[in-house]
């Protein structure tokens, strides 16, 4: 077996870095779990709508830590209009986030009627701004099969509008974008690797808005990486909580959805694909597919590779809990042991 393992400029696809001093605690961590480039989620409170806001945003996690591309998004909302898109677009903003009403964090301003936006769509397809799909409807253990109509849809009436169903969790959804053409693709998280159903039920740790499923639709997802499929790639849907959110809730009002893995993401995203024969496809998976689909090729002049190893005495423990301040966040898999650490970035 390989004892060092290097990847050329991995990016994450999907990540939430929230604001105020939250985001202090959680935006280094991209850089400490191997990431030099993130994909920002725009739900904040209140959230992304406009440029201006998304420029903001960029500059306020640039001076946290400049060593970071961030490419910014806009949440798809009512206000949005089609100059807004042509505006964001100049400006360097990258997609647009459309969360369906009430399925997850900070979604209560989320969409009911896709039909409402095929004008913003249009400019989008126009101007080539990626549309990033949180694909849920209804009840969490069916909520994605009964969402893939509107993907296959959308995909249908703006064949040339690219598209990114995020955090896949079933085989049905594997199954919908491999059924698409080349401008549609599918992020996968790291915990969506490792877990299932009975993994969260019952504890609040492994609760995350899509859930995971079933020990089936957990192979598809492994099964698509060992293809190496090119439009199946890393996004961490990584999205912290204050400890006392994620550990409690009570009869009015649920546990925090959300698992956090920014700070392990490489090491853990190698430990997973080699548990099921799949580290060969780590490159691919956690830079060259995603990076190919959003057109973020790394320059010659910014070169970036990140060297994993394996820890001398055969595994290392994740850290309890990541602190600053007031603020703590509990990480993914927090106090077991993983095959990998970060030697080199």
Same mark, same amino acid.
């Given at each position: 077996m390989a004892s060092t393992i290097s990847v050329n400029s991995p990016a994450d696809f999907h990540v939430h870095l929230r604001q105020g001093s939250l985001a202090a605690l959680v935006t280094p961590h991209v850089k400490m779990g191997g990431f030099d480039l993130a994909y920002v989620m725009p739900n904040l409170k209140p959230p992304i709508t406009t440029t201006a806001q998304a420029i903001e945003y960029k500059q306020e996690l640039e001076k946290i830590d400049s060593s970071v591309e961030y490419l910014m998004t806009l949440y798809l909302s009512p206000d949005?209009?089609?100059?807004?898109?042509?505006?964001?677009?100049?400006?360097?903003?990258c997609g647009v986030k459309s969360y369906p009403r009430g399925v997850t964090t900070n979604s209560d301003g989320g969409i009911e009627s896709y039909e409402t936006y095929y004008p913003i769509f249009e400019v989008m397809e126009e101007v080539e701004m990626v549309l990033n799909l949180h694909g849920e409807n209804t009840h *969490?253990?069916?909520?994605?099969?009964?969402?893939?109509?509107? /993907? /296959?849809?959308?995909?249908?009436?703006?064949?040339?509008?690219?598209?990114?169903?995020e955090h896949a969790t079933t085989r049905a959804a594997v199954e919908a974008v491999k059924s698409c053409g080349?401008?549609?693709?599918?992020?996968?998280?790291?915990?969506? /690797?490792?877990?299932? *159903?009975? &993994?969260?039920?019952?504890?609040?740790?492994?609760?995350?808005?899509?859930?995971?499923?079933?020990?089936?639709?957990?192979?598809?997802?492994?099964e698509v990486i060992l293809e190496g499929h090119p439009r199946f790639f890393l996004g961490s849907d990584s999205a912290p909580h204050l400890p006392h959110t994620k550990s409690t809730s009570t009869p009015m009002q649920g546990c925090a959805a959300g698992i956090y893995t920014s700070p392990i993401l490489l090491p853990l995203v190698a430990h997973l694909l080699e548990s099921f024969g799949a580290l060969d496809k780590l490159e691919g998976f956690v830079s060259s597919f995603g990076r190919a689909f959003y057109r973020q090729a790394v320059t010659s002049d910014h070169p970036s590779k990140v060297v994993l190893r394996r820890p001398?005495?055969?595994?290392? /423990?994740? &850290?309890?809990?990541?602190?600053?301040g007031e603020d703590s966040v509990v990480p993914f898999w927090a106090g077991r042991e993983i095959g990998w650490e970060i030697a080199t970035a």
């Open positions: 949005l209009t089609p100059d807004e898109i042509r505006k964001a677009k100049k400006a360097g903003v *969490v253990l069916n909520a994605e099969p009964k969402f893939l109509p509107h /993907l /296959l849809k959308l995909h249908a009436t703006f064949p040339k509008l690219r598209i990114v169903l080349p401008t549609v693709a599918c992020t996968i998280t790291a915990h969506h /690797l490792a877990l299932t *159903v009975d &993994d969260w039920a019952g504890q609040s740790w492994n609760f995350c808005k899509p859930v995971a499923k079933y020990p089936d639709d957990r192979s598809a997802l492994r001398s005495a055969g595994s290392s /423990l994740v &850290d309890n809990k990541y602190a600053l």
